[in-house]
């Protein structure tokens, strides 16, 4: 689908992708973006935390970030650091998936749940965690494995969906107290708790559903996938321009092909599955959510709150 644009993009330098998602989405979206307009593309993946840093760094590296919760790209919006652009495809994408200056777009959604190996909680004799307090159990000691919210996207969207479950922020942290002792270990990106599980390291890990899902498509069927009772958190991955990039044209480019039903719907046995935030896109019904639950709003898009709560998580929780 190479437009104008794009045909005057190929006389540029390749494009500079900073990339959130795990390491298979975002070769599949640089690869696929490649073979419909045959523009090479340099990708780097980073955490979106990690990302986020680089980003309000401003120091030109990069000409897109693509990947990770919305609520990170309004915290580099607020800095200045995107660029209002209002794709023609962003008109089949519902209002509250994208920013309404056009400075980011969703290109994809995730359900935050529970990935447990089934393995590990039979040897434990511990069913499958059902509702938040689940994790609680004594007998999960060290068995799970969490996202850290400093330095990751999935981990902020954790502690806010907490921070809405206990009903304050003293609650919360006394919750994450409590659950200390069953804590394997923070993990710097959201991604690794399912890959930690499906080793048999942990038996439980908090992470978006696609991550569990992803190993189960690789063979790790002995895992599960759930999510909590009642309510759980959702993100609304984005796509958006830097400033601090060079290439303007090829990155608008990108952007529109990033929400296009091309890229929303990959293709093959080992395409990267994830919910679309397009309502003419298939959906993977194994990434949606039971009937009864409901999805959380996003953490604050105005991440008004983010610094005070990640800053009580490392002072109270986990330092």
């Known amino acids: ?59 030109g590296e990069f000409d897109v970030w693509h990947g990770g919760p919305s609520d990170l790209y309004e915290v580099a919006r607020a800095h200045g650091q995107l660029v209002a652009h209002r794709s023609p495809q962003a008109a089949f994408v519902p209002a509250r998936f994208k920013a309404r200056d056009g400075s980011w777009t969703g290109v994809y959604r995730g359900m935050l749940g529970f990935c447990s190996n089934r393995r590990v909680l039979d040897q434990l004799g511990v069913p499958p965690p ?32 907490l921070r809405q479950h206990t009903g304050s922020d003293e609650a919360t942290m006394q919750w994450l107290d409590r659950l200390q002792p069953n804590v394997l270990q923070y993990t710097s990106s959201g991604v690794a708790p399912s890959g930690i599980v499906a080793r048999g390291e942990a038996a ?44 303007d044209a090829l990155a608008r480019s990108y952007v529109d092909f990033s929400i296009s039903p091309a890229s929303q719907a990959p293709a093959g046995d080992l395409a990267v599955q994830q919910l679309p935030t397009r309502s003419d896109v298939p959906t993977d019904p194994r990434l949606q959510l039971p009937a009864g639950t409901v999805e959380l709003a996003p953490p604050d898009r105005t991440a008004s709150r983010r610094q005070e709560l990640v800053q009580a998580f490392d002072r109270e929780v986990h330092p």
């Open 1 to 59: 689908m190479a437009s104008v644009l794009v045909q005057s993009a190929r006389r540029e330098r390749s494009l500079s992708v900073l990339c959130s998602s795990v390491e298979e989405a975002c070769e599949q979206w640089t690869r696929t973006f490649t073979e419909h307009t045959g523009v090479e593309v340099v990708m780097v993946r980073m955490s979106s935390g990690e990302a986020l840093t680089q980003v309000l760094r401003a120091d």
């Open 130 to 161: 059902r509702r938040w307090e689940d994790l609680l159990d004594k007998r999960l000691a060290g068995a799970v494995s969490m996202p850290d919210p400093r330095t990751s996207g999935t981990g902020w969207t954790m502690l806010w969906t």
């Open 204 to 247: 439980v890990g908090v992470t978006f559903t696609q991550h569990c899902v992803r190993a189960q498509d690789r063979g790790a069927q002995q895992l599960l996938v759930g999510h909590p009772q009642g309510a759980t958190g959702a993100e609304t991955g984005a796509v958006a321009i830097l400033r601090s990039g060079s290439n």
